[in-house]
């Protein structure tokens, strides 16, 4: 059983900066992991905001956070960041992580994966 801890969530203004944290327990993450952060806004589906795979650090991003967000990981934690800059209103939602064990692929929809975190605000005032 994998546990996902996320950290680092907070009220920021508009193009202000805040770099989320997830760490992983419960088990060792192999070369089949990957890694992704999704936010929810209120009465909003969860959506796909990244996602990272663990054995190379090969990257995906959703178009709306292109060029601003940024997701790395420290195996040595372990531990995967997102690092999210100029940051607007609408980037405002509870973000979760989460693991898509076992993947072939780039898990872009919620469904594809098997373990979350609880879940931190993030809060960006304009």
């Known amino acids: 059983q994998v546990q996902l801890v996320e950290s680092g969530g907070g009220l920021v203004q508009a193009g202000g900066s805040l770099r989320l944290s997830c760490a992983a327990s419960?088990?060792?993450?192999?070369?089949?992991?990957?890694v992704g952060w999704f936010r929810q806004a209120p009465e909003k589906e969860r959506e796909f905001v990244a996602v990272?795979?663990?054995?190379?650090?090969?990257?995906k991003y959703a178009d709306s956070v292109l060029g601003r967000f940024t997701i790395s990981r420290d195996n040595a934690k372990p531990t995967v960041y997102l690092q999210m800059n100029s940051l607007k209103p609408e980037d405002t939602a509870v973000y979760y992580c989460?693991?898509?064990?076992?993947?072939?692929?780039?898990?872009?929809?919620?469904?594809?994966?098997?373990?979350w975190g609880q879940g931190t605000q993030v809060t960006v005032s304009s």
């Open positions: 989460a693991l898509d064990a076992g993947a072939l692929w780039f898990g872009v929809r919620w469904d594809d994966y098997d373990y």
């Open positions: 419960g088990r060792t993450l192999s070369a089949s992991d990957y």
């Open positions: 990272i795979r663990w054995t190379d650090g090969s990257k």
